[in-house]
Nanobody, 120 residues
């Protein structure tokens, strides 16, 4: 199983970015996928999760209403649309996947991370 995250970059506060996570080596449609982030000096935190069907999603309070997670099972790709970005959203963003419906924070497979920097 391989995950490749991309789409990060530098953006001004209030701007938008879309992250993508491309998966291979798995029956993607049966896996839960999540985005996590880790800011310098802080612990890794869950940002958004999407279940197999794409209907059930979860968002951290800090991003709800600004971020949207979606998936295209045919393309084996999950997206994180990030709008109204704030400097506190600056972090390395990781995608992760697991065959369990509710893996919590214990995902079996992780991507390499993509850096998002939001300037004020």
């Amino acid at each position: 199983v391989q995950l490749q995250a991309f789409g990060g970059g530098l953006v001004q506060a209030g701007g938008s970015l879309r992250l993508s996570c491309a998966a291979s080596g798995l029956t993607f449609a049966t896996y839960t996928v999540a985005w996590f982030r880790q800011a310098p000096g802080k612990e890794r935190e869950s940002v958004a999760t999407i279940r197999r069907s794409g209907i059930n999603t979860y968002y951290a309070d800090s991003v709800r209403g600004r971020f949207t997670i979606s998936r295209d099972n045919a393309k084996k790709t999950v997206y994180l649309q990030m709008n109204s970005l704030k400097p506190e959203d600056t972090a390395v963003y990781y995608c992760a996947t697991d065959p369990r419906l509710y893996p919590g924070s214990q995902y079996n497979y992780w991507g390499q991370g993509t850096l998002v920097t939001v300037s004020s």
